[in-house]
């Protein structure tokens, strides 16, 4: 198990999704982009994960934090 490291004390950074993989991976191919902009999420905190769902603003109000999502642009 890989942990995060940093202002959190070394707490893993993901709390929920699909902890019964050895990693979370996903991927998609530029050109099968549904939309012109796709956010995915960075923060693990989305309930549609991979995309991102806003839940970032909430997390950064509770913890200082400044995370945001990764932005995928056709
Ligand atoms: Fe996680 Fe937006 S919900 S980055």
């Known amino acids: 198990v890989v942990r ?17 993989e050895d990693k979370v991976v ?6 099968q982009l549904s939309k012109p902009l796709t ?8 309930a549609t994960f991979p995309l991102c769902d806003g839940s970032h603003v909430k997390h950064n109000k509770a913890t200082g934090d ?3 999502p990764l932005l995928l642009k056709k």
């Open 4 to 20: 995060a490291e940093g202002g959190s004390g070394g707490e893993p950074i993901n709390p929920a999704i699909r902890k019964a």
């Open 66 to 68: 400044n995370v945001g």
């Open 39 to 46: 956010p995915y999420c960075r923060c693990w905190r989305s």
């Open 26 to 31: 996903d991927s998609v191919v530029i050109d």
